[in-house]
């Protein structure tokens, strides 16, 4: 029983990151400067890429959900990352 709250946990972590993936702006999205701010038209560029790999290292008391809570803000933010678990957690 407590393993299915567990995994309904874990799903409404990555439903909630997802969401957070949609709702975003777009990651090369066009800023144009506010009216009257300059005597020449500009426009500014914001651009947002992956920062680099996570290294995420889980411990041996509740494995899947650490796990997931560290996962799925680095594949929201588009990073690959590492995952190592505890030699002591369960594989089940």
């Given at each position: 029983?407590?393993a299915?709250?567990?995994?309904?946990?874990?799903?409404?972590?990555?439903?909630?990151y997802?969401?957070l993936?949609?709702?975003?702006?777009?990651?090369?999205?066009?800023?144009?400067?506010p009216?009257?701010?300059?005597?020449?038209p500009?426009?500014?560029?914001?651009?947002?890429?992956?920062?680099?790999?996570?290294?995420l290292?889980?411990?041996?008391?509740?494995?899947?959900?650490?796990?997931?809570?560290?996962?799925?803000?680095?594949?929201?933010?588009?990073?690959?990352?590492?995952?190592?678990?505890?030699?002591?957690?369960?594989m089940?």
């Open positions: 029983a407590e299915t709250g567990d995994v309904g946990y874990c799903a409404d972590v990555l439903d909630y997802a969401g993936v949609e709702d975003a702006p777009r990651r090369d999205a066009l800023a144009p400067p009216d009257g701010y300059f005597d020449v500009l426009a500014a560029r914001a651009v947002a890429y992956p920062r680099g790999v996570a290294a290292i889980t411990p041996w008391n509740f494995p899947l959900m650490q796990a997931v809570l560290k996962m799925a803000p680095a594949v929201a933010a588009g990073c690959p990352f590492v995952l190592k678990p505890s030699p002591l957690a369960s089940t």
